[in-house]
């Protein structure tokens, strides 16, 4: 998730330099960073405390030179405007951390608002200006993978209720619909005005698909190993298809 908008901004920017690479090892270490992060916020042990406290200073402080260097090495200075666009996401998320709600649908969505920045912030270093198309990506991609939480949780909730271990209460079944209903009206319309490739589309197809037909499938077995490899397997059919669009 992290990786996969990355190289569609590459993709989409059609162009390799030495500045992406020290970006794509800033996002890695920046991601890397959120974990001591997060143990710092919830445990109280002084050892612990300690210990996430030193990896936390090299991470986030190693991901703030990458950043730096670009910043005023490469004189890439509309970074700002990705990092004001961040902001108050990471403050957000860290609230949901701290009250225990990280697993929440809001704390994932954020997550991957988060994640899928590294499309436009690949997109601006490949191409040295920070276009609308730059946050275009980032609005496709964060759209794309917002799927995929509101469908695990779907098929978490089916294999649960069919095991007869809770009541269906708000059905993530009628979530994951309205999401996937309301993301194909937006392809489509983006499409008929010309907004948006009809390849750019049919790259939505297949999460359009599985996230409206969610009665196939034996609810009483969920493998999500499976589940996994199938949702890699989309996010790399869906990159090809969406540089295809910008491209073409």
């Not at 700002?80 to 709600?101: D, E, F, K, N, T």
Request: aromatic content about 10%.
């Amino acid at each position: 998730m992290l990786y996969i908008p990355f190289a569609i901004g590459i993709g989409v920017a059609g162009v390799i330099n030495t500045a992406l690479a020290v970006a794509l090892a800033g996002v890695t270490l920046a991601f890397l960073a959120q974990r001591p992060l997060r143990e710092l916020i919830l445990n109280q042990a002084a050892v612990v405390r300690r210990r996430n406290t030193v990896w936390l200073v090299i991470l986030a402080g190693s991901s703030a030179v990458c950043f730096g260097l670009l910043y005023w090495t490469w004189q890439l200075q509309e970074l700002h405007w990705l990092g004001v666009a961040a902001a108050p996401l990471i403050l957000v998320m860290l609230y949901l951390v701290r009250v225990r709600a990280v697993h929440s649908i809001p704390a994932e969505l954020i997550g991957i608002l988060l994640l899928t920045m590294s499309a436009p912030l690949a997109h601006y270093l490949g191409s040295g200006s920070l276009q609308a198309t730059a946050f275009l990506l980032w609005g496709l991609s964060a759209l794309y993978f917002g799927s995929s939480v509101f469908y695990v949780k779907t098929r978490v909730q089916q294999f649960v209720n069919a095991k007869g271990k809770a009541r269906l209460q708000v059905s993530m079944a009628r979530r994951c619909v309205a999401y996937h209903l309301g993301l194909a009206a937006l392809v489509v319309i983006l499409a008929v005005t010309s907004k948006l490739h009809w390849v750019a589309g049919l790259a939505f197809s297949p999460i359009l698909v599985r996230g409206l037909w969610l009665n196939t499938g034996n609810p009483t077995k969920l493998n999500l190993r499976a589940i996994g490899y199938r949702e890699v397997a989309y996010s790399i059919l869906f990159s090809v298809l969406l540089i295809l669009s910008f491209r073409t």
